[in-house]
């Protein structure tokens, strides 16, 4: 078993129960349990700032699977949920993102591991550091980073979410 992070994110749809019905499916994915997740929290879009905010949480999940396996995986819940790649940052029913498995690295035109960009992103790092501060990333420690980030657009919604 190995230990992958993944983020998660929805702006479309009821997006809150998006993320959670994500949890739900990625907790029995093959070989696959989910192990701990975080809170939802709400999000300013980055990039096209004509959309709704976003819903983002971040889970550990526990698998038997590679790296290849699992991001098929995901791809394919996201198709599940109704994803359509109209252009970069449209809005979207689901997102999935694998951003890290413990021990694996990778540096191909399908995936890149741990993810290049996740220490950039608050709505990715917010998260992590409420579920896993202490996690070393190659940038440093989680908490480290979240807090060094303008978390500004970012908000934690009540844990009954």
Known sequence: MTLAVIALGSNLENPVHQVEAALQRLAALPGTRLVRRSAC???????????PDFINAVCEVDTELDAEALLAQLLQLEQDFGRVRSFRNAPRVLDLDLLLMDGVTRDSEFLTLPHPRMHERAFVMLPLAEMAPERQLPQGRVGDIAAALDGSGVSRLPRSH
């Open 41 to 51: 929290y709400r999000t300013a879009p980055v990039g096209y700032a004509e959309q």
